[in-house]
Protein backbone atom coordinates (compact mmCIF):
# COMPACT_ATOMS: atom_id res chain seq x y z
CA UNK A 1 0.00 0.00 0.00
CA UNK A 2 1.17 3.70 -0.67
CA UNK A 3 1.48 5.73 2.67
CA UNK A 4 0.79 9.29 2.64
CA UNK A 5 2.85 11.63 5.15
CA UNK A 6 1.27 15.40 5.62
CA UNK A 7 3.19 17.56 7.35
CA UNK A 8 2.10 19.46 9.52
CA UNK A 9 -0.33 17.84 11.54
CA UNK A 10 -1.45 20.92 12.65
CA UNK A 11 -0.70 24.64 12.48
CA UNK A 12 -2.35 28.19 13.82
CA UNK A 13 -2.34 31.05 11.46
CA UNK A 14 -4.59 34.13 11.00
CA UNK A 15 -6.79 35.82 8.54
CA UNK A 16 -4.75 36.55 5.56
CA UNK A 17 -2.19 34.34 6.20
CA UNK A 18 -0.01 32.38 3.33
CA UNK A 19 -0.51 28.55 4.26
CA UNK A 20 1.24 25.87 2.71
CA UNK A 21 0.80 22.16 3.60
CA UNK A 22 2.81 18.93 2.42
CA UNK A 23 2.17 15.36 1.06
CA UNK A 24 4.85 12.71 0.60
CA UNK A 25 3.84 9.62 -1.19
CA UNK A 26 5.79 6.41 0.08
CA UNK A 27 6.18 5.41 -3.79
CA UNK A 28 6.07 7.77 -7.04
CA UNK A 29 1.75 8.80 -8.17
CA UNK A 30 2.84 11.15 -10.85
CA UNK A 31 0.29 13.39 -10.47
CA UNK A 32 -2.31 11.19 -8.88
CA UNK A 33 -3.13 13.55 -5.96
CA UNK A 34 -6.37 14.82 -4.78
CA UNK A 35 -6.67 17.33 -1.33
CA UNK A 36 -10.27 17.85 0.51
CA UNK A 37 -11.34 20.24 2.98
CA UNK A 38 -13.36 18.96 5.74
CA UNK A 39 -15.52 21.26 8.15
CA UNK A 40 -16.25 19.44 11.46
CA UNK A 41 -19.15 17.66 11.12
CA UNK A 42 -19.39 17.79 7.68
CA UNK A 43 -18.47 15.49 5.01
CA UNK A 44 -15.04 16.33 2.94
CA UNK A 45 -15.26 18.38 -0.20
CA UNK A 46 -12.97 18.35 -3.32
CA UNK A 47 -10.32 20.73 -3.72
CA UNK A 48 -7.45 19.80 -6.42
CA UNK A 49 -7.56 17.02 -8.41
CA UNK A 50 -4.37 16.06 -10.37
CA UNK A 51 -2.20 17.73 -7.80
CA UNK A 52 -3.06 20.90 -9.40
CA UNK A 53 -6.11 21.22 -11.04
CA UNK A 54 -8.96 23.38 -9.04
CA UNK A 55 -12.42 22.19 -8.72
CA UNK A 56 -15.22 23.71 -10.05
CA UNK A 57 -16.20 26.22 -7.64
CA UNK A 58 -13.53 26.40 -5.55
CA UNK A 59 -12.34 29.53 -4.56
CA UNK A 60 -8.24 30.73 -7.06
CA UNK A 61 -6.52 30.97 -3.29
CA UNK A 62 -6.39 27.42 -3.27
CA UNK A 63 -3.56 25.85 -5.30
CA UNK A 64 -2.22 22.66 -5.63
CA UNK A 65 1.70 21.28 -6.99
CA UNK A 66 4.00 18.90 -6.91
CA UNK A 67 4.33 15.39 -8.83
CA UNK A 68 6.26 12.15 -8.07
CA UNK A 69 6.42 11.65 -4.32
CA UNK A 70 6.31 15.20 -2.77
CA UNK A 71 3.06 17.90 -3.60
CA UNK A 72 1.84 20.92 -1.86
CA UNK A 73 -1.51 22.69 -0.85
CA UNK A 74 -1.19 26.19 -0.58
CA UNK A 75 -3.90 28.93 0.49
CA UNK A 76 -2.69 32.50 -0.61
CA UNK A 77 -4.84 34.28 1.81
CA UNK A 78 -6.53 32.60 4.68
CA UNK A 79 -10.36 33.03 4.93
CA UNK A 80 -12.20 32.42 8.07
CA UNK A 81 -14.30 29.65 6.20
CA UNK A 82 -11.04 28.38 5.53
CA UNK A 83 -10.23 26.91 9.18
CA UNK A 84 -10.76 23.33 8.67
CA UNK A 85 -8.58 19.35 8.39
CA UNK A 86 -7.14 18.95 4.67
CA UNK A 87 -6.69 15.70 3.33
CA UNK A 88 -4.50 14.34 0.76
CA UNK A 89 -5.37 11.29 -1.30
CA UNK A 90 -3.46 8.88 -3.79
CA UNK A 91 -5.27 7.53 -6.73
CA UNK A 92 -2.58 6.25 -8.52
CA UNK A 93 -3.59 2.21 -7.32
CA UNK A 94 -6.08 0.66 -4.95
CA UNK A 95 -6.09 0.62 -2.15
CA UNK A 96 -7.00 4.23 -2.40
CA UNK A 97 -4.95 6.02 0.93
CA UNK A 98 -5.21 9.17 2.34
CA UNK A 99 -2.67 11.49 4.23
CA UNK A 100 -3.53 12.09 8.08
CA UNK A 101 -5.26 15.14 8.16
CA UNK A 102 -3.89 18.93 8.45
CA UNK A 103 -5.66 20.70 11.16
CA UNK A 104 -5.39 24.58 10.02
CA UNK A 105 -6.79 26.42 13.81
CA UNK A 106 -7.19 30.02 14.20
CA UNK A 107 -4.13 31.56 16.10
CA UNK B 1 -29.25 18.58 -7.88
CA UNK B 2 -26.63 15.97 -7.78
CA UNK B 3 -26.93 14.33 -4.20
CA UNK B 4 -26.13 11.19 -2.66
CA UNK B 5 -28.41 10.41 0.56
CA UNK B 6 -27.55 8.07 3.32
CA UNK B 7 -29.98 6.08 5.84
CA UNK B 8 -29.41 6.86 9.32
CA UNK B 9 -27.21 5.96 11.87
CA UNK B 10 -26.87 2.42 13.34
CA UNK B 11 -26.32 0.70 16.71
CA UNK B 12 -25.24 -2.84 17.01
CA UNK B 13 -23.82 -5.25 19.05
CA UNK B 14 -20.26 -6.96 18.09
CA UNK B 15 -20.58 -9.95 15.65
CA UNK B 16 -23.99 -7.98 14.00
CA UNK B 17 -23.94 -7.05 10.61
CA UNK B 18 -24.86 -3.23 9.26
CA UNK B 19 -26.46 -2.51 6.02
CA UNK B 20 -26.02 1.05 4.66
CA UNK B 21 -27.92 2.12 1.62
CA UNK B 22 -26.65 5.60 -0.98
CA UNK B 23 -29.13 6.89 -3.00
CA UNK B 24 -28.27 8.84 -6.17
CA UNK B 25 -30.28 11.51 -7.30
CA UNK B 26 -29.52 14.53 -10.43
CA UNK B 27 -27.35 12.41 -13.00
CA UNK B 28 -27.24 9.09 -14.63
CA UNK B 29 -26.57 6.31 -12.17
CA UNK B 30 -25.01 3.84 -14.04
CA UNK B 31 -21.95 6.93 -15.42
CA UNK B 32 -20.28 7.03 -12.30
CA UNK B 33 -18.30 4.96 -9.99
CA UNK B 34 -19.50 4.93 -6.28
CA UNK B 35 -17.32 4.43 -3.56
CA UNK B 36 -17.24 3.75 0.03
CA UNK B 37 -14.82 5.02 2.86
CA UNK B 38 -15.27 5.18 6.53
CA UNK B 39 -13.79 7.15 9.30
CA UNK B 40 -13.47 6.65 12.84
CA UNK B 41 -13.86 9.51 15.37
CA UNK B 42 -11.18 11.75 15.49
CA UNK B 43 -9.55 9.94 12.48
CA UNK B 44 -8.40 10.36 9.23
CA UNK B 45 -10.23 8.53 6.02
CA UNK B 46 -10.08 5.10 5.23
CA UNK B 47 -10.95 3.67 1.34
CA UNK B 48 -13.05 0.62 1.93
CA UNK B 49 -13.77 -0.19 -1.51
CA UNK B 50 -15.68 0.59 -5.07
CA UNK B 51 -18.70 -0.65 -7.09
CA UNK B 52 -19.43 -0.27 -10.57
CA UNK B 53 -23.62 0.93 -10.83
CA UNK B 54 -23.73 -0.55 -14.62
CA UNK B 55 -21.83 -3.90 -14.59
CA UNK B 56 -22.34 -3.79 -10.11
CA UNK B 57 -18.69 -5.02 -10.73
CA UNK B 58 -16.78 -4.60 -7.26
CA UNK B 59 -13.06 -4.20 -5.72
CA UNK B 60 -13.09 -4.64 -1.80
CA UNK B 61 -9.89 -3.21 0.45
CA UNK B 62 -7.69 -6.59 1.48
CA UNK B 63 -8.05 -5.28 4.85
CA UNK B 64 -11.89 -6.03 4.52
CA UNK B 65 -11.99 -9.23 2.43
CA UNK B 66 -14.53 -11.22 3.58
CA UNK B 67 -16.57 -8.92 5.23
CA UNK B 68 -17.60 -6.58 2.95
CA UNK B 69 -20.09 -6.95 0.37
CA UNK B 70 -21.14 -3.74 -2.16
CA UNK B 71 -24.46 -4.22 -3.75
CA UNK B 72 -27.20 -2.23 -6.30
CA UNK B 73 -30.27 -1.90 -7.03
CA UNK B 74 -30.26 0.03 -10.56
CA UNK B 75 -34.12 0.42 -10.47
CA UNK B 76 -34.15 2.91 -7.59
CA UNK B 77 -30.24 4.50 -7.96
CA UNK B 78 -28.87 2.81 -4.25
CA UNK B 79 -26.19 1.53 -3.66
CA UNK B 80 -25.70 -0.45 -0.39
CA UNK B 81 -22.69 -1.26 1.93
CA UNK B 82 -22.78 -4.31 4.14
CA UNK B 83 -20.50 -5.44 7.04
CA UNK B 84 -20.43 -8.45 8.84
CA UNK B 85 -19.01 -9.68 12.01
CA UNK B 86 -18.81 -6.01 13.80
CA UNK B 87 -15.75 -5.65 16.08
CA UNK B 88 -15.25 -2.31 18.33
CA UNK B 89 -13.08 -0.91 16.04
CA UNK B 90 -15.81 -0.64 13.19
CA UNK B 91 -17.29 2.61 15.04
CA UNK B 92 -17.16 5.22 11.92
CA UNK B 93 -19.09 7.37 9.49
CA UNK B 94 -19.56 5.88 6.53
CA UNK B 95 -19.12 7.93 3.85
CA UNK B 96 -20.51 7.05 -0.07
CA UNK B 97 -18.98 8.92 -2.35
CA UNK B 98 -19.21 9.32 -6.17
CA UNK B 99 -15.92 9.08 -8.41
CA UNK B 100 -14.55 11.52 -11.08
CA UNK B 101 -11.98 11.57 -13.67
CA UNK B 102 -8.61 9.72 -11.63
CA UNK B 103 -11.04 8.71 -9.03
CA UNK B 104 -11.20 12.05 -7.17
CA UNK B 105 -14.62 12.10 -5.08
CA UNK B 106 -17.09 14.98 -6.01
CA UNK B 107 -19.81 14.14 -4.44
CA UNK B 108 -20.11 12.31 -1.03
CA UNK B 109 -23.43 11.43 1.13
CA UNK B 110 -23.92 12.96 4.61
CA UNK B 111 -22.62 10.16 6.43
CA UNK B 112 -23.94 7.51 8.26
CA UNK B 113 -22.48 6.42 11.92
CA UNK B 114 -22.45 3.00 12.66
CA UNK B 115 -21.39 2.66 16.76
CA UNK B 116 -20.28 -0.99 17.44
CA UNK B 117 -20.45 -1.34 21.62
CA UNK B 118 -22.19 -4.49 24.05
Known amino acids: DIQMTQSPSSLSASVGDRVTITCRAS??????LIWYQQRPGKSPQLLIYGASSLQSGVPSRFSGGGSGTDFTLTISSLQPEDFATYYCQQSYNTPLTFGQGTKVEIK | QVQLVQSGAEGKKPGASVKISCKAS????????LHWLRQAPGQGLEWMGIMNPSSGSTSYTQKLQGRVTMTRDTSTSTVYLDLSGLRFEDTAVYYC???????????WGQGTMVTVSS
Open chain 2, 97 to 107: ARAVGDDAFDV
Open chain 1, 27 to 32: HPINTY
Open chain 2, 26 to 33: GYIFSSYY
